[in-house]
């Protein structure tokens, strides 16, 4: 019998031609999910009114996506405001850095932060020189002091969030000879106290109550609760 091949060939060629859309049809679906997942999720960042490199880690470490913009407002201290209290003093100058980049970046979120050291109720801020560095480290050895971290969080709506922490150092007793190679080791001039717990901290502290984060530059157990409820970390 002879078979009609010309015939019969419209039927498997339709058979051929559904079977080829099925397969593009899924390729499409793969493509189109692949680009989804490649496609970058955009999350917003803060910007970190500091250039503290030690605030920059801190942030890093909680896996907050933040840039660094930095200004020009002056620092106040205990020479130029002798009548604030510390914690009032560290206050002023995080919200004074917030304001200064949030009067420029008005549609992001902006983070300022100022850490004091306090003795006797009065502030030990960043020593001009070493010797003043020096009698820093001697009032503080042998003794309790606080550390305090006031920070400025401010959101794209202007609303304004200030909140501080404050921690519990003691230093052990400081011999002339434990001083002057501390400061050898250490590059004091740009840290409030003129001392870093994370910088040859066994060689002075003695003990820490409260955050260790907060001496070193921030609060981030407490920061981490703004940033959570804004939907940042």
């Known amino acids: 019998m002879k078979i009609d091949r010309e015939r019969d060939w419209p039927q498997k060629n339709a058979k051929s031609t559904k079977k080829n859309e099925k397969f593009t ?11 989804l997942n490649s496609a970058p999720v955009h999350k917003e960042t803060v910007i970190l009114a500091s250039g503290s490199p030690r605030r920059r880690e801190l942030l890093a470490e909680m896996g907050v996506a933040f840039e660094v913009v930095t200004s020009d407002v002056p620092e106040l201290d205990a020479i130029s405001s002798p009548g604030m209290p510390p914690v009032g ?33 009065c502030s030990l801020g960043k020593p001009i020189s070493l010797d003043e560095a020096r009698l820093f480290l001697e ?29 519990k150092v003691t230093f052990r007793k400081l011999s002339p000879e434990i001083i002057e190679s501390y400061l050898a080791k250490v590059h004091v001039l740009d840290k409030a106290g003129a001392y870093a717990l994370q910088e040859q901290g066994e060689m002075i502290i003695e003990r820490v109550e409260g955050s260790r984060t907060n001496v070193v530059g921030l609060p981030t157990e407490l920061l981490a609760k703004y940033f959570q409820a804004a939907g940042l970390l």
């Open 139 to 167: 009032k503080l050895g042998g003794r309790e002091h606080e550390v305090v971290t006031a920070c400025a969080l401010i959101e794209p709506t202007g609303k304004r969030h200030e909140f501080y922490d404050a921690t």
């Open 25 to 35: 049809g899924i390729f499409c679906v793969l493509c189109v999910l692949s680009q």
């Open 89 to 121: 003093l560290a206050q002023e100058n995080a919200r004074r850095k917030a304001l200064a980049v949030a009067a420029l970046h008005s549609d992001r979120w902006v983070l300022g932060a100022d850490t004091v050291v306090t003795l006797d109720n």
